[in-house]
T-cell receptor
């Protein structure tokens, strides 16, 4: 792997179903983030993690949960999907000690909840 | 509240120069970022400014004025491949990125 990967690429999900979006990075970045991107709106932070074992809530955390068991992986779980969670989800990572904390993004997961 | 403003859409001609503006009001400031995002793809990092002034990187330059809460991205010698959305983001006092909605740049031949 080079960089940051996400799976699946896209998914259609029935409302009420549970879904986990996967994110893996191989850059040994300490921080990882989940965003959603909706048409006409800026990227909105769902959850973040500054280091393995810790997580925090972003701007729109309701209906989502995350875990950070190790440095590389940061899965996002929708416990019971609703149509308003239809969006494109981006995972990102950053090295908070590199002086700029620049975030690098995965390719995204396009999720449709019906 | 925190706010990032940038134009929704701009049109420019191949070979020309375009300036995309971004104004911000945030709780604290720890740097301003510009990203490029082609349709259906992920944002990719273009530039970072934390001090006032101009940062030049090839055909792209980014300017920052912290006192005015203002930045711009300057694209020179426009190419068709520059057609994309350009996202402005500010890192606030909590070191979280606040994102603008993006400027869609359309390049015409």
């Amino acid at each position: 792997i080079a960089g940051i990967t996400q799976a699946p690429t896209s998914q259609i999900l029935a409302a009420g179903r549970r879904m986990t979006l996967r994110c893996t990075q191989d850059m040994r970045h300490n921080a990882m983030y989940w965003y959603r991107q909706d048409l006409g709106l800026g990227l909105r932070l769902i959850h973040y993690s500054n280091t393995a074992g810790t997580t925090g809530k972003g701007e729109v955390p309701d209906g989502y949960s995350v875990s950070r068991a190790n440095t590389d992986d940061f899965p996002l779980t929708l416990a019971s999907a609703v149509p308003s969670q239809t969006s494109v989800y981006f995972c990102a990572s950053s090295d908070q000690l590199d002086g700029t904390d620049t975030q690098y993004f995965g390719p995204g997961t396009r999720l449709t909840v019906l | 509240g925190q706010n990032i403003d940038q134009p929704t859409e701009m049109t420019a001609t191949e070979g020309a120069i375009v300036q995309i503006n971004c104004t911000y009001q945030t709780s604290g400031f720890n740097g301003l970022f510009w990203y490029q995002q082609h349709a259906g793809e992920a944002p990719t990092f273009l530039s970072y400014n934390v001090l006032d002034g101009l940062e030049e990187k090839g055909r792209f330059s980014s300017f920052l004025s912290r006192s005015k809460g203002y930045s711009y991205l300057l694209l020179k010698e426009l190419q068709m491949k520059d057609s994309a959305s350009y996202l402005c983001a500010v890192m606030d006092s909590n070191y979280q990125l606040i994102w603008g909605a993006g400027t869609k740049l359309i390049i015409k031949p």
